[in-house]
């Protein structure tokens, strides 16, 4: 049986001795391209799931009104409370008899009184026959 120690002496021709530290090289180089891809990985994930996480709490918050309106949100909060109020005080004018009539009701309305009057003075003639 041999001995092996640290004076223990090998022979191997050069261009096996080359092969293996150009081996070792491409190994190395290998692994750390795949960590850093790995690392490029991790922290892409990270970063959409901070993304998502912040869009989950916009879509739940901004319908509740947490995170503000937009100024045409605003806008047309106050054009439909100045409807309401509008629509609120015609309704009471037409509840009291007070409704104000368009033009073509009056039109309408000063077309059966001509008509009325018309038909009240043939009736007169025909009375008076």
């Given at each position: 049986?041999?001995?092996?120690?640290d004076?223990?002496?090998?022979?191997?021709?050069?261009?096996?001795l080359?092969s293996?530290?150009?081996g070792?090289?491409?190994?190395?180089?290998?692994y750390?391209?795949?960590?850093?891809?790995?690392?490029?990985?991790?922290t892409?994930?990270?970063?959409?799931?901070?993304?998502?996480?912040?869009?989950?709490?916009?879509?739940?918050?901004?319908?509740?009104g947490?995170?503000g309106?937009?100024?045409?949100?605003?806008?047309?909060?106050?054009?439909?409370?100045?409807?309401?109020?509008?629509?609120?005080?015609l309704?009471?004018?037409?509840?009291?008899?007070?409704?104000?009539?368009d033009?073509?009701?009056?039109?309408?309305?000063?077309?059966?009184?001509?008509?009325?009057?018309?038909?009240?003075?043939?009736?007169?003639?025909?009375?008076?026959?």
């Open positions: 049986m041999a001995n092996i120690n004076e223990t002496e090998i022979s191997m021709p050069l261009r096996n080359l293996l530290v150009f070792t090289a491409i190994a190395v180089w290998a750390f391209g795949i960590i850093e891809r790995i690392n490029s990985i991790e892409s994930i990270m970063m959409m799931e901070a993304d998502v996480e912040r869009n989950s709490e916009f879509r739940i918050r901004w319908p509740r947490e995170l309106a937009l100024p045409a949100d605003a806008e047309q909060f106050l054009l439909m409370e100045h409807m309401q109020e509008e629509l609120e005080k309704t009471e004018q037409i509840e009291s008899g007070d409704a104000p009539y033009q073509q009701q009056e039109l309408t309305l000063a077309w059966y009184s001509e008509r009325l009057a018309q038909l009240e003075a043939k009736v007169e003639q025909l009375k008076s026959r």
